[in-house]
């Protein structure tokens, strides 16, 4: 769980916009995020995450609206020697070595220099690179160098961590490394803000989540609270479709071809549901409990807001 911070957020934004000629790239985005919670940051393309962050960090000037990062105003130049950032795009100089890299952005985060050496091993063995320190970047793997930037996310021990798709070149170790490294990060009291579009791994490392499209907030909640709604899937056929239909008033559900999903629909209730599938003709070849994912919500949010 989040631990409990101070009432100043983390980050809190009123009304923020950015227009780029025509374009809305975000529209009047209302969210706070609180101190020492990792939180999901979701939406497909296009929806305007990239524009928050950006104006979040102060890489770009709002069009309307404000907020505060870290209780400072976007774009308090202070305030970013406080914050950790892992672009999605971004590629480091194949000539250096990776400890050379860090050694750069110890300098850019003007840590003091009798410190560089500790904060360099603690960087690069937190992200698991210990023995690689002496090693050019150019001979790294994408995950390896995903890796690194992680590192860099994190040197100084920042207060705000921004992290954009942090586990998109990972196999499924490094990306349950990520997590740990994420939630490790959120335990010494640090904010996380995750930018993902891999909801699974936003499901189980995020305490809340936020779905904006077509740059306006359109949910957010914990995750079990976004989805976690139980649900039921019976393979069924020879249901006529006024028998279909009938069953649909009773028991309200989602035609999937053979399957019918039934949402919200207690488990003590299933049997029922059977009998009245099978008093209607209809035969059943499969019952499939469970619980709508964060991936199934998020889907549906969009096409809702599509329509």
């Known amino acids: 769980?989040?631990?409990?911070?101070?009432?100043?957020?983390?980050?809190?934004?009123?009304?923020?916009?950015?227009?780029y000629g025509r374009t809305d790239a975000l529209a009047g985005l209302s969210m706070r995020v609180e101190r020492g919670e990792i939180f999901g940051f979701l939406g497909p393309n296009g929806a305007g995450k990239t524009t928050a962050v950006k104006l979040l960090l102060g890489?770009?000037?709002?069009?309307?609206?404000?907020?505060?990062?870290?209780?400072a105003r976007l774009g308090d130049l202070e305030t970013r020697a406080r914050i950790g950032y892992l672009p999605e795009l971004f590629r480091y100089q194949p000539w250096l070595r990776a400890g050379e890299v860090v050694a750069l952005h110890c300098e850019l985060a003007r840590l003091p220099r009798a410190a560089w050496?500790?904060?360099?091993?603690?960087?690069?063995?937190?992200?698991?690179?210990?023995?690689?320190?002496?090693?050019?970047?150019?001979?790294f793997s994408k995950g390896m160098q995903q890796r690194l930037g992680l590192g860099v996310a994190l040197l100084g021990r920042p207060e705000l961590i921004f992290l954009d798709e942090p586990t998109s070149a990972l196999d499924p170790i490094g990306r349950r490394d990520v997590r740990d490294i994420i939630r490790a990060a959120r335990d010494r009291g640090a904010t996380v803000f995750l930018n993902s579009h891999l909801l699974t791994?936003?499901?189980?490392?995020?305490d809340r989540v936020a779905i904006v499209d077509h740059g306006r907030m359109i949910a957010s909640g914990a995750p079990?609270?976004?989805g976690g709604e139980s649900s039921v899937r019976i393979r069924v056929?020879?249901?006529t479709e006024e028998a279909r239909n009938a069953l649909g008033q009773?028991?309200?559900?989602?035609?999937e071809d053979?399957?019918?999903?039934?949402?919200?629909?207690p488990a003590d209730d299933i049997p029922e549901v059977v009998a009245a599938i099978v008093a209607a003709g209809g035969r059943v070849h499969a019952v499939e409990p469970g619980r709508t994912t964060l991936e199934e919500r998020f889907v549906e949010l969009i096409r809702d807001g599509a329509a």
């Open 201 to 206: 791994e936003v499901e189980r490392v995020c």
């Open 224 to 226: 079990d609270a976004l």
């Open 59 to 71: 890489l770009a000037r709002p069009t309307a609206g404000g907020g505060t990062v870290l209780g």
């Open 1 to 19: 769980m989040a631990h409990s911070g101070p009432a100043e957020p983390a980050i809190e934004t009123v009304d923020l916009a950015k227009r």
């Open 258 to 265: 053979d399957w019918l999903r039934f949402r919200g629909l």
């Open 117 to 139: 050496p500790a904060e360099i091993a603690r960087a690069l063995t937190t992200v698991g690179l210990a023995d690689r320190s002496d090693d050019f970047v150019g001979t």
């Open 237 to 239: 056929t020879d249901l």
């Open 250 to 255: 009773a028991h309200p559900f989602v035609d």
